[in-house]
């Protein structure tokens, strides 16, 4: 089945040490996000590619990046994990990023920081 | 059934009775919403879309409403099973093509048998 997969599902990092979450997807669509979700809050937004061009939240701080090697890709890169960054990060994707265009969802990593 | 007139975090309600849940939206500009259910420990899951051009969309089991006059969005889920139980979120197109989903507060269904 086509899908969104994240790894891994829980990842635990010490303040202060970079982490990388992964997400690979099969369905071929053009746009992938990334998402934060803390304990008992709505996803927010961090940033999304559109093909190779990347667009930032004006809000997402710095410490928080992002690559997509390829279509199918993506990574988020925490250069220096606080304790405030502990979350859920959320991957999805769209064929577009038109109005209209439902998100498919991956089922997250579970970021712990020590 | 049981509703709610504003957004509440916690809705709970006996299985087989109908649950309305409720989302207010901020932009008047958007043109598209999405009702997800997220289950615990799971990524947030499509249940039904309504674009700005309707009022009103049925799915099985499931209706949105929309009202753009006071920026209100619900989700009616009928027959209510212990399935349900979940969080579930309203999300929102800002209306501007090459932007994403914005996603409101959620409320947890807890559906006792």
């Known amino acids: 089945d086509a899908m969104v997969i994240q790894n891994p599902r829980y990842q635990v990092t010490q303040f202060g040490k970079p982490v990388t979450l992964s997400c690979s997807q099969t369905?071929?669509?053009?746009?992938m996000y990334w998402y934060q979700q803390k304990s008992s809050q709505a996803p927010k937004l961090l940033f999304h590619?559109?093909?190779?061009?990347?667009?930032n939240e004006a809000d997402t701080p710095d410490n928080f990046q992002s690559r997509r090697p390829n279509t199918s890709f993506c990574f988020l890169d925490i250069r220096s994990p606080g304790l405030g960054d502990a979350a859920m990060y959320l991957c999805?994707?769209?064929?577009?990023?038109?109005?209209?265009?439902?998100?498919?969802f991956g089922s997250g990593t579970q970021l712990s920081v020590l | 059934g049981e509703s709610v007139g504003l957004h509440l975090p916690t809705l709970s309600v006996q299985e087989g009775d109908n649950s309305i849940i409720n989302c207010a939206y901020s932009n008047s500009a958007s043109d598209y919403f999405i009702w997800y259910k997220q289950e615990s420990g799971k990524g947030p899951q499509f249940i039904i879309d309504?674009?700005?051009?309707?009022d009103k969309r049925q799915g099985q089991r499931v209706t949105v409403l929309l009202n753009k006059t006071v920026k209100h969005l619900s989700l009616q889920i009928a027959a209510t099973q212990p399935g349900d139980s979940a969080v579930y979120f309203c999300a929102e197109n800002r209306g501007q093509a090459g932007t994403a989903l914005i996603f409101g507060k959620g409320t947890t269904l807890s559906v006792s048998s």
């Open positions: 369905l071929n669509h053009n746009v």
């Open positions: 309504i674009r700005s051009n309707m």
């Open positions: 999805a994707t769209s064929s577009s990023v038109h109005t209209g265009e439902k998100l498919f």
């Open positions: 590619y559109y093909d190779k061009d990347f667009n």
